[in-house]
């Protein structure tokens, strides 16, 4: 670690050292400084942090998930002395590692008093396989925000020793799922121990059995990610299983994960010695937190009541559902096998429990929930847009008796993406000469986009060319090997290699294959899209279902039943397998992306800020965060902003209603964004298409990144009092 570096203290540094110098150790002298940069993810968003260990063997590092850990430990000694021989690679490899830890001075709030960022997955790399989507890539992005602006945090989570599933398709397009074992031995993880140099453990009364946890530390930046794991001997094989799998299928065991997150969490940052200023409590799943942090202020004769006023001053909660049918409720019976020994060691009692995780803790036979429990026992609610807010406030409504719409406290801060890790090179690189070096200190100010438009369109071309022909390199080998995997004829796994095309209008649809993100809009109307295709335009699709959501799956088989039509093999690919390491290149490369939920179920959507940062245009249904972006010139609203009539759509049945949008769809592609793109000068260059490129960043750049949504949470959130420093 560079000298001076204001890195607070955290339990497991003595491990993370102990790591790195073991890595190390195996390292050529020149090489030695990135063992201390493997075990630190910043890397992931630090300039020619990925290039420089691809250098050492990209082939190698691509297979192990770019887990730079597994490249040194797995990289033989000969090939390490030939790397490091390479001239310039020490003079690299140092600035990396000053780079990596040398941050700037904490800027806000107490280092010894952090925010504790509790969350059921983490989406930090795609390495460390603890996340599914939106929400965790979601929580990835403010832990690496808030180590970049220097705002004192620390991330509580699981450690899942299965990950979320993979996805395989077979040739009818049908979803198969599998499983893989992760090993935090071979990740930039380390054990955390105590002074007796004993793995730290925390134990939690679950479902009759005292369930004991050890606490794997992860370097998020200078934010710590600390991750319970119960996968240890000493459990039953059922409590072993708790930290299986991300949202495990089977709900007793999600609510056993629940209680290990939520107590088990407190728990673990009381063994670490970590005082939390405020716990932020990200989705409802770890919301058995607050009760555990008021369990521990009993201690002095509080009553239990008293104790979890005071813990609830420190709580914050921030809601990400915006149906009630997302808020999954539990029967009594259930919640209490699982929970039954822990209320009583908690002291809240069964009846306490169950009359705050209801709407109306009277009503005995309304089934409790996390997402009630959550808000009744937080100081503040919050949700990820402002057309979520006022859903929340309105779902949540009855839980404030005598309230109007409007005084209903839950307010909003919406969503904004990392931008050094959603920004492609390319185009930081092209940002940095026109917008002055220091850009990316103050991104979330409007002026410091202003240069925007001053670039010139041969430039920012280039670099659009340039990101859409690496999504096409990807495409032609990640659909190659699909379709061989799948066992296609292998004509049609040649057609993957040659036929997309690098200079073509490039469409990207990829998400969670939910049913209300109508992936099936695309096939509703087969012949239209067959037309479309023929219109020098290709799809990239990619999306997970979840294993129990029969309705999603057959979305993907209603468009692999296309493939067979003329024309189109060639023109749309379905990426397996979508997770961070597609979306990094999809985001950049589409020149358009696709979201059509079903209002109001998008409770922000993300994806789209990723692609309007690497200069590629949305067009979207105006929920979410698109109906606070967009403003008639920097992309396009399906539905020509009906869609945010809610009054008037809900008379619509959803196929009429899908029906509708579909058109729009479609017309807005084949009117305006075919002939848009299509349009050139002289010199090739669709500047049309450029001008509103321009209008995309410089009005989303500054809003939905994450420096404007951490500053959103620190203000109007978390209320940290600002540290005087120098
Ligand atoms: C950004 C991101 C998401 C969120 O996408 P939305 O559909 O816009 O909510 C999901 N998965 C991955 C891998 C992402 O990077």
Redesign the pocket.
């Known amino acids: 670690m560079a000298d001076g570096s204001p890195r607070a203290p955290y339990a497991g540094d003595r491990d993370v050292a102990a790591a790195v110098a073991a890595l190390a150790s195996r390292l050529p002298d020149e090489l030695r400084d990135l063992a201390g940069v493997a075990f630190d993810y910043r890397w992931s968003w630090t300039r020619d942090g990925a290039e420089t260990f691809a250098a050492i063997d990209a082939e190698r590092f691509a297979r192990v998930n770019r887990n730079p850990v597994r490249l040194l430990r797995e990289t033989p000694g000969t090939t390490l002395a030939a790397v490091a021989a390479t001239p310039g690679m020490q003079a690299r490899v140092r600035a990396l590692a000053n780079a990596v830890s040398g941050e700037g001075p904490y800027a806000t709030g107490d280092v010894a008093r952090p925010i504790a960022f509790f969350c059921a997955e983490f989406?930090v790399h795609a390495s460390l396989p603890i996340?599914?989507?939106?929400?965790?890539?979601?929580a990835g992005d403010i832990l690496k925000e808030a180590s970049d602006r220097g705002l004192p945090m620390v991330g509580v989570g699981l450690l899942y020793r299965n990950g979320y599933f993979h996805q395989r398709l077979d040739p009818r397009g049908k979803q198969h799922e599998y499983w893989t074992d992760v090993d935090p031995e071979q990740l930039p993880t380390v054990l955390v121990t105590g002074d007796d140099g004993e793995p730290v453990t925390v134990t939690v009364p679950i479902r009759g059995e005292n369930v004991v946890a050890r606490v794997w530390r992860t370097d998020v930046g200078r934010v710590p990610l600390y991750l319970l794991d119960a996968d240890d001997p000493r459990n039953s094989p059922l409590a072993r299983f708790i930290t299986g799998r991300l949202y495990e299928g089977n709900r007793e065991i999600r609510l056993a994960q629940y209680a290990l997150l939520g107590v088990g969490g407190m728990r673990a940052l009381r063994a670490l010695r970590i005082e939390p200023e405020v716990v932020h409590l990200n989705e409802g799943h770890p919301a058995l937190a607050t009760l555990e942090l008021a369990h521990e202020l009993t201690g002095d004769g509080r009553s239990f009541d008293d104790a979890l006023a005071v813990a609830r001053s420190r709580v914050v909660f921030t809601t990400h559902t915006p149906v009630p049918a997302g808020n999954e409720t539990y029967a009594e019976t259930e919640l209490m096998a699982v929970l039954g020994d822990l209320v009583d060691d908690l002291g809240v009692g069964h009846d306490g429990l169950l009359r705050l995780a209801r709407i109306d803790p009277d009503d005995a036979d309304e089934p409790p929930g996390m997402t009630p429990l959550a808000i009744r026992t937080s100081r503040s609610t919050n949700g990820v847009s402002a057309v979520h807010g006022g859903v929340a406030r309105a779902m949540w409504q009855p839980m404030f008796p005598g309230r109007a719409l409007d005084d209903v406290p839950i307010g909003h801060v919406t969503n904004g993406?990392h931008l050094p890790t959603?920004m492609a090179p390319a185009m930081q690189s092209l940002l940095a000469r026109h917008l002055g070096r220091d850009w990316l200190d103050h991104p979330d100010e409007p002026a410091t986009w202003a240069g925007v438009d001053g670039i010139p369109d041969a430039e920012l071309w280039a670099v659009r060319d340039e990101l859409r022909a690496r999504l096409v390199d990807c495409v032609r080998e990640r659909s190659t090997r699909d379709r061989l995997a799948r066992g296609e004829p292998l004509d049609y796994v040649a057609a993957a290699a040659s036929t997309f095309e690098p200079s073509w209008l490039t469409v990207g649809f990829?998400?969670?294959l939910a049913t209300y993100?109508r992936l099936h809009l695309l096939s509703l109307d087969p012949a239209r899209a067959v037309t479309l295709v023929r219109e020098r335009l290709q799809f990239v699709l990619a999306?997970k279902a979840h294993p129990l959501d029969e309705d999603a799956k057959r979305v993907a088989e209603s468009l692999f039943a296309l493939k067979g039509e003329a024309g189109i093999s060639g023109r749309v690919a379905f990426l397996e397998d979508?997770?961070?390491?597609?979306?990094?290149p999809l985001?950049a490369g589409c020149d358009v992306w696709l979201?059509v939920?079903r209002p109001p179920f998008?409770?922000?959507?993300?994806?789209?800020?990723?692609a309007a940062l690497n200069g590629g245009l949305n067009v979207s249904i105006l929920d979410?965060?698109w109906a606070e972006a967009y403003d008639g010139g920097n992309g396009w609203a399906v539905d020509g902003g009906r869609s945010a009539d809610r009054a008037d759509r809900a008379t619509d049945d959803d196929a009429t209603r899908d029906l509708r949008d579909a058109t729009s769809l479609l017309d807005i592609l084949e009117d305006e964004i075919v002939p848009l793109f299509a349009r050139r000068d002289g010199d090739d260059i669709p500047h049309d298409w450029l001008r509103r490129v321009k209008a995309s960043l410089r009005t989303i750049g500054p809003r939905f990144c994450a420096t404007r949504m951490l500053g959103d949470y620190e203000r109007v959130v978390y209320g940290v009092p600002s540290l005087a420093l120098g």
Do not use: D, F, H
């Open positions: 989406g996340y599914s989507g939106g929400l965790g890539v979601l993406v959603w990829a998400r969670r993100k999306g979508y997770g961070m390491a597609i979306a990094a985001v979201n939920p998008e409770a922000s959507g993300t994806s789209g800020m990723k979410g965060w």
